[in-house]
């Protein structure tokens, strides 16, 4: 049986030298968290499966993504780095991977010309590309015949739609239909992000989680929302997810990745441990 991949998110802003690493409810009100290399050496001393590291600054004022803040990680850290944020053209992946990345996630580049998941895995290797979708859910069902409709954990109808530019944007887009298109042209994997529940530390968005671990062959990471391990519990046992992204609980030392592992081994979630 596979183990469940435990993944600490960086979400990393460049306004000062050397980056910083930052978390805030639903995309706003950012706290500073520290030095994303040394937040890095930490979480792969720490047991960490993967980690992501988000430039949030790159989409929203078209920054070139942290080449620097890569090599420096890629240096002291020997576990899987998937690099997001602002990506959208096949010279910034290569730059990304070149400087030490393993895999690029892609996100509003994508929703906006979704040939470039499949040109990108073309040249890549679907295993490097990871789509991110960003989702809110709308519970205007009259109107949208056309879309998924999953019942909330309150027995209310809702479809996700996808957002763009970090959730400023809603797009209309259908979060289960985009995700299968995504895999179709050459995503290796989804990372999926509730809007709702991001930086809210009330656990994931469990209904749309499930429907894509449910609907999709490729590995479904959970993101948005966790605040203690039960919520990362919840996310494989009920999400399906096959990988738990988190940031809060980590960067500010609310639990380590090893208690939050053995929590899921006393459950019987397999994880590295």
Same mark, same amino acid.
């Given at each position: 049986?596979?183990?469940?991949?435990?993944?600490?998110?960086?979400?990393?802003?460049?306004?000062?030298?050397?980056?910083?690493?930052?978390?805030?409810?639903?995309?706003?009100?950012?706290?500073?968290?520290?030095?994303?290399?040394?937040?890095?050496?930490?979480?792969?001393?720490?047991?960490?499966?993967?980690?992501?590291?988000?430039?949030?600054?790159?989409?929203?004022?078209?920054?070139?993504?942290?080449?620097?803040?890569?090599?420096?990680?890629?240096?002291?850290?020997?576990?899987?780095?998937?690099?997001?944020?602002?990506?959208?053209?096949?010279?910034?992946?290569?730059?990304?991977?070149?400087?030490?990345?393993?895999?690029?996630?892609?996100?509003?580049?994508? *929703?906006? /010309? #979704?040939?470039? &998941?499949? @040109?990108?895995?073309? $040249?890549?290797? %679907?295993?490097?590309?990871?789509? !991110?979708?960003?989702?809110?859910?709308?519970?205007?069902?009259?109107?949208?015949?056309?879309?998924?409709?999953?019942?909330?954990?309150?027995?209310?109808?809702?479809?996700?739609?996808?957002?763009?530019?970090?959730?400023?944007?809603?797009?209309?887009?259908?979060?289960?239909?985009?995700?299968?298109?995504?895999?179709?042209?050459?995503?290796?994997?989804?990372?999926?992000?509730?809007?709702?529940?991001?930086?809210?530390?009330?656990?994931?968005?469990?209904?749309?989680?499930?429907?894509?671990?449910?609907?999709?062959?490729?590995?479904?990471?959970?993101?948005?929302? *966790?605040? /203690? #391990?039960?919520? &990362?519990? @919840?996310?494989?046992? $009920?999400?399906? %997810?096959?990988?738990?992204?988190? !940031?809060?609980?980590?960067?500010?030392?609310?639990?380590?990745?090893?208690?939050?592992?053995?929590?899921?081994?006393?459950?019987?979630?397999?994880?590295?441990?």
């Amino acid at each position: 049986m596979l183990t469940k991949r435990i993944i600490p998110c960086l979400d990393v802003t460049l306004d000062r030298a050397g980056g910083c690493v930052v978390k805030g409810v639903e995309f706003l009100d950012l706290k500073e968290a520290g030095d994303p290399v040394e937040l890095a050496k930490r979480y792969n001393e720490e047991g960490a499966d993967e980690l992501v590291f988000l430039d949030i600054t790159a989409s929203a004022h078209g920054r070139k993504t942290m080449i620097d803040v890569i090599e420096r990680t890629a240096d002291e850290v020997f576990i899987p780095l998937t690099i997001g944020g602002g990506i959208s053209s096949i010279d910034a992946i290569r730059q990304i991977l070149r400087a030490g990345a393993d895999k690029v996630s892609v996100n509003t580049s994508a *929703v906006k /010309n #979704p040939d470039f &998941i499949k @040109e990108a895995s073309d $040249i890549f290797g %679907a295993q490097c590309i990871v789509t !991110a979708i960003d989702c809110r859910r709308n519970t205007d069902i009259k109107n949208n015949h056309d879309k998924t409709i999953l019942e909330l954990e309150d027995g209310t109808p809702a479809w996700y739609e996808v957002v763009i530019y970090g959730g400023r944007e809603a797009t209309g887009i259908d979060a289960v239909q985009w995700a299968r298109r995504a895999e179709e042209l050459g995503s290796g994997e989804i990372l999926l992000t509730s809007m709702d529940r991001d930086g809210t530390c009330a656990g994931y968005d469990l209904p749309i989680t499930r429907k894509l671990s449910e609907e999709l062959d490729v590995p479904i990471i959970a993101s948005g929302g *966790v605040g /203690n #391990p039960q919520h &990362i519990y @919840e996310g494989f046992s $009920i999400g399906k %997810a096959d990988a738990a992204l988190a !940031a809060s609980i980590f960067h500010f030392r609310e639990y380590s990745i090893k208690e939050v592992k053995e929590y899921l081994r006393e459950r019987e979630i397999p994880v590295r441990l």
